[in-house]
């Protein structure tokens, strides 16, 4: 089992960037695949990113397709979403998710497929 903690969320212009982080518990963050997803008020929780387990692979959705990037350092149990050029529509709360695989190359954007959640971190961006 894993555990994920989120850190990263605040507030921030339009235009400007944030860097979120999920960290990891456990021995084996580097089995898992891991996404971002999000959830605005009022509606429900959408995928954002996600990447395989060495990093090698990433999928967005296409609202962030230029403006976000997801990135991991398996040394450091870490997932990052680096948010730049941020939206006031980017606002929503933040979420981490993981699931291993023995798949290197399997990721997802479907919420299902995770099995590991964190509790989430705000980010609002002020027009």
């Known amino acids: 089992q894993v555990q994920l903690v989120e850190s990263g969320g605040g507030l921030v212009q339009a235009g400007g960037s944030l860097r979120l982080s999920c960290a990891a518990s456990?021995?084996?963050?580097?089995?898992?695949?891991m996404g971002w997803f999000r959830q605005a008020p009022g509606k429900e929780r959408e995928f954002v990113a996600a990447?395989?387990?060495?990093?090698?692979?990433?999928d967005y959705v296409s609202s962030v397709k230029g403006r976000f990037t997801i990135s991991r350092d398996n040394a450091k149990n870490t997932v990052y979403l680096q948010m730049n050029s941020l939206k006031p529509e980017d606002t929503a709360v933040y979420y981490c998710?993981?699931?291993?695989?023995?798949?290197?190359?399997?990721?997802?954007?479907?919420?299902?497929?995770?099995?590991?959640w964190g509790q989430g971190t705000q980010v609002t961006v002020s027009s």
């Open positions: 998710a993981g699931r291993m695989h023995t798949v290197a190359w399997w990721l997802s954007s479907r919420q299902t497929e995770y099995k590991y």
């Open positions: 456990g021995r084996t963050f580097s089995s898992y695949a």
């Open positions: 990447i395989t387990r060495s990093g090698g692979s990433t």
